[in-house]
């Protein structure tokens, strides 16, 4: 089994920043695809950025790309999301996931993804 943790949501006014983690416990291992979804209120979840060390490559969604960015620590268990410029469709409920299997054509597909953490708000105000 693997537990996320994520921390660091919180409230931010656009054109802010704020840096989210998620600390990855129990059989992740380096080699586990780390990912960042959102949902925002009454829209369906969606990709955000993906960490994979075994293509040593991030991938992120348009909406966020040049202004968001994934990294992992150096045992590869804890994934950050720094965040910004953020605006306020930024909004969301930002959770992270991690898979150990998965292909390289569905990174950015939520069903992919076998262990979720609880989730942490971020609102962004105009």
């Known amino acids: 089994q693997v537990q996320l943790v994520e921390s660091g949501g919180g409230l931010a006014q656009a054109g802010g920043s704020l840096r989210l983690s998620c600390a990855g416990s129990?059989?992740?291992?380096?080699?586990?695809?780390m990912a960042w979804f959102r949902q925002a209120p009454g829209k369906e979840r969606e990709f955000v950025a993906a960490?994979?060390?075994?293509?040593?490559?991030?991938y992120y969604a348009d909406s966020v790309k040049g202004r968001f960015t994934v990294s992992r620590d150096n045992a590869k268990t804890t994934v950050y999301l720094q965040m910004n410029n953020l605006k306020p469709e930024d909004t969301a409920v930002y959770s992270c996931?991690?898979?150990?299997?998965?292909?390289?054509?569905?990174?950015?597909?939520?069903?992919?993804?076998?262990?979720w953490g609880q989730g942490t708000q971020v609102t962004v105000s105009s």
């Open positions: 129990g059989e992740i291992s380096a080699n586990y695809v």
């Open positions: 960490s994979w060390r075994r293509h040593s490559n991030t």
């Open positions: 996931s991690a898979s150990a299997r998965i292909i390289l054509s569905s990174v950015r597909n939520s069903g992919q993804y076998a262990y």
